[in-house]
């Protein structure tokens, strides 16, 4: 028994010194800070498709950029030129490429509430093309209760992939305080990246 107290012991305290040893950390996040305007055909019941201007305001946050993949959550406002506001969370997919400035897709997926007219809420979604300096073009959708239906595209600008997360064009337009690393370089150039 007092040999396996010992062991016990000796074990915690391995793990301790190696839990708490000092290392490098990076708490770096994703962020998302986009606004954009395009336009959408939306119905409610049995009432035809009408199409309307409609603007974009995205924001959240997500795992880490150095990734080649990024998992978040987006909070999405939809003002519908002469109707109202929907309202979206969702879950945010996007490739690093989407994140770092250059060209790469972002799938999100989640939930809405419609705060005008007939009350709705269900699924929404969209798919996201990021290109270089944080613009973006997607097509957007959302499916609800009482037959609410809407689709469109929609264009913007990312500030935040625009100067913190940029990746691109660095010769021409330095970023000083880039909010994850640069890829590693070798003799050979830098390392090949996807996404």
């Known amino acids: ?3 396996n107290v010992k062991a016990t012991c000796l074990g915690v305290a391995i793990a301790s010194g190696l839990a708490l040893a000092p290392d490098v950390a990076r708490a770096d996040a994703s962020a998302w800070a986009f606004a954009g305007a395009g336009a959408l055909a939306w119905k409610e019941g049995t009432a035809a498709l009408a199409p309307r201007a409609a603007f974009n305001i995205d924001y959240g946050v997500g795992t880490t950029p150095d990734g080649s993949f990024i998992i978040g959550g987006l909070a999405r406002l939809t003002p519908v030129v002469d109707e109202g ?3 979206s969370i969702l ?3 996007a ?3 989407f994140q770092a400035g250059k060209v790469g897709v972002a799938f999100d997926v989640g939930g809405y509430q419609r705060l005008w007219g007939t009350y709705s809420r269900g699924v929404a979604g ?3 093309l990021g290109l270089p300096l944080g613009f973006s073009i997607g097509v957007q959708g959302l499916y609800g209760t ?3 239906l809407a ?3 929609i264009a913007g600008i990312d500030f935040l992939r625009l100067t913190i997360y940029r990746q691109s064009m660095l010769d021409a337009w330095p970023n000083p305080y880039p909010a994850h690393q640069t890829p590693a370089t070798a003799s050979f150039g ?3 990246r996807f996404f």
């Open 95 to 97: 490739t690093h490429g």
């Open 146 to 148: 009482g037959d609410a």
């Open 85 to 87: 506001l929907d309202l």
């Open 126 to 128: 969209g798919l996201t």
């Open 91 to 93: 879950a945010r997919f």
């Open 151 to 153: 689709f469109g595209a």
């Open 190 to 192: 830098p390392s090949p």
């Open 1 to 3: 028994m007092r040999r």
